[in-house]
């Protein structure tokens, strides 16, 4: 069935505006969300107070980067421990929020969020521009695991009231649900889905398990809309396509802690994130100290929340490294990209070098059998002389686990540059929280 897909903006004005405009828009919402947290919020004024900051020293969006303090998730739960479920963050009166909830605690204890009136509108509309930009229709068929328990729930349903698409919503974002999502799927054939990376391949393994082809059970889907837990690479947009028989998947991110949201385009040129809404800086995460934004600049991202009154968010460490692009993308979209790579605390001391399970995973991508990198990293020590792997491969690929072993163990040496150690599991074996593969497993807490 063909859709018309019509113009390429949701609002072409916003997002195609010139750099200087939204620079421009982008210091004028920081000093009134800088004010408002400084004058409202006691965390805000004892962090700064103690910084020798105040809102007036900042007058220019470098001035933000290199003169306001950053806060972590844990300066945050400090205040929580006390008796304040907010940290100290929240800046309006408890009557003006209309909804909170409770982040999946994947690095430490759950943190809590909450939505004033203008913050959900102001939501919505961002998701409304990226449901539009990964292809989402009227009259569309649309599928996902529904997540009510968290923040960004908020945004995506109102965004398809407004695109007006007939979606679905099937279990939840837990692989205890997976088996209804795929019910809804054969049942409603939907023509877009969203779900995250890690549901996405419980899909598959649910296939495997029913003896149903994926490209038999997506056979009327067009796109699809993965990522948000972990990024998509270049091995994986090919894997979905092929696996599912589908046109284009799009890598949708974002971070709890600032309410951001952000997902690549047709290009798969980095994600967009909407400057008219956030802002983001580079730091180095070991020294805080400000690095510049520009192409392929590495760094972890710091967000102001350009919108969020009810719990502000004044650079916000993200505890993700990130590649950032600021010119104008090939779609024609003005506003900053990001490519999500790992989480700060991801990075392992192995053989000496600095290893991420995102390396560990374009590595198996290579590979046929395990190009789903479902896997998990134990962690038997601070410093370690191997990299030890529970990993699942596909059964129908190949019939002798031990030959694949060796291969993959050989392009781990190869590419990387130190041993390991790889035990097969089933797919369900592996941990996981919510819809995530836990990608590190601390046995160093054991």
Not at 118 to 144: C, F, H, S
Not at 222 to 231: D, I, K, Q, V
Request: proline share 5%; net charge neutral; aromatic share 10%.
């Amino acid at each position: 069935m063909e859709f018309e897909m019509g113009r390429e903006y949701w609002n072409p004005k916003v997002e195609t505006m010139n750099q200087a405009e939204i620079k421009e828009l982008q210091l004028k919402k920081a000093k009134s969300i800088i004010s408002h947290a400084y004058t409202n919020s006691p965390f805000y004024r004892d962090l700064w107070k103690k910084a020798g900051v105040t809102p007036e020293d900042i007058q220019t969006l470098d001035d933000l980067a290199r003169k306001a303090p950053i806060f972590r998730k844990d300066d945050i739960r400090d205040r929580m421990e006390k008796g304040d479920p907010f940290g100290g963050l929240l800046s309006v009166p408890m009557s003006h929020l209309v909804a909170c909830f409770a982040s999946t605690g994947t690095t430490g204890v759950p943190t809590f969020y909450a939505y004033t009136k203008d913050q959900a509108e102001n939501m919505i509309t961002a998701e409304t521009r990226i449901a539009w930009m990964v292809k989402l229709r009227p009259g569309m068929r649309y599928v996902i695991p529904g997540g009510p328990w968290h923040w960004h729930s908020v945004a995506p349903f109102g965004a398809w009231r407004r695109i007006s698409p007939r979606f679905y919503v099937a279990g939840m974002v837990a692989p205890i649900t997976i088996g209804h999502t795929f019910d809804a799927i054969v049942k409603f054939k939907p023509h877009h889905i969203f779900a995250a990376l890690d549901v996405a391949f419980g899909l598959n393994e649910e296939a495997r398990k029913r003896g149903i082809e994926t490209t038999e059970l997506f056979s009327d889907l067009l796109y699809a809309r993965t990522g948000h837990g972990e990024p998509m690479t270049k091995a994986l947009f090919e894997f979905f396509k092929d696996k599912w028989g589908i046109r284009d998947a799009f890598d949708g991110g974002g971070i709890g802690e600032g309410m951001m949201v952000c997902c690549d385009c047709y290009a798969h040129a980095g994600q967009h994130m909407w400057e008219d809404l956030w802002h983001i800086d580079l730091v180095d995460p070991n020294t805080n100290e400000n690095i510049s934004v520009k192409t392929g600049e590495r760094g972890e991202y710091v967000v102001t929340n350009l919108h969020a009154t009810g719990i502000p968010y004044v650079r916000c460490a993200s505890e993700d490294y990130c590649e950032v692009y600021p010119e104008p993308c090939e779609c024609g979209r003005t506003h900053i990209r990001m490519k999500i790579t790992s989480r700060t605390g991801w990075i392992l001391d192995i053989g000496g070098k600095r290893i991420t399970p995102y390396d560990i995973r374009l590595v198996m991508e290579m590979h046929p059998e395990t190009r789903e990198a479902a896997f998990t990293i134990d962690k038997y020590a601070k410093k370690m002389d191997k990299v030890k792997i529970r990993a699942a491969y596909d059964k129908k690929i190949t019939k002798d686990p031990e030959e694949l072993k060796a291969r993959v163990q050989k392009s781990i040496k190869d590419k990387l540059g130190i041993d390991s150690e790889i035990t097969w599991v089933d797919y369900s074996q592996l941990p996981v929280m919510m819809h995530k593969i836990m990608r590190i497993t601390d046995l160093t807490k054991a």
